[in-house]
């Protein structure tokens, strides 16, 4: 049985820091591409940023890029994103996805998603 199942999220102050976790089973985590995708209410969900199978190549949303950083580690199968400097912006619901990373065209997800972990950035 497949299963993601992200934490971390929470209410943090502009400014502040937070650090997600999509732990994963039931499939071979370190064949596939993962990313984390975000939804705040009223808009569509998007990408925010993607790593490749192995050897950490990532890319990322340009509106997390220099605040946001995606990793995983395929002992644990386990893929994280640290969010530093939250702005107020960065509230939604944050998802992590199994897909295919390619290095020409980038991320696409698959079908294997995690049930959502609420981020909320406020003062």
């Known amino acids: 049985q497949v299963q993601l199942v992200e934490s971390g999220g929470g209410l943090v102050q502009p400014g502040g820091s937070l650090r997600l976790s999509c732990a994963v089973s039931?499939?071979?985590?370190?064949?596939?591409?993962m990313s984390w995708y975000r939804q705040a209410p009223g808009k569509e969900r998007e990408l925010v940023a993607a790593?490749?199978?192995?050897?950490?190549?990532?890319n990322y949303a340009d509106s997390v890029k220099g605040r946001f950083t995606i990793s995983r580690d395929n002992v644990v199968n386990t893929v994280y994103l640290q969010m530093n400097s939250l702005k107020p912006e960065d509230t939604a619901v944050y998802y992590c996805?199994?897909?295919?990373?390619?290095?020409?065209?980038?991320?696409?997800?698959?079908?294997?998603w995690g049930q959502g972990t609420q981020v909320t950035v406020s003062s």
């Open positions: 039931g499939f071979t985590f370190s064949s596939y591409g």
């Open positions: 996805n199994a897909g295919r990373y390619s290095f020409l065209s980038g991320y696409t997800p698959g079908g294997y």
């Open positions: 790593i490749s199978p192995v050897a950490g190549h990532t």
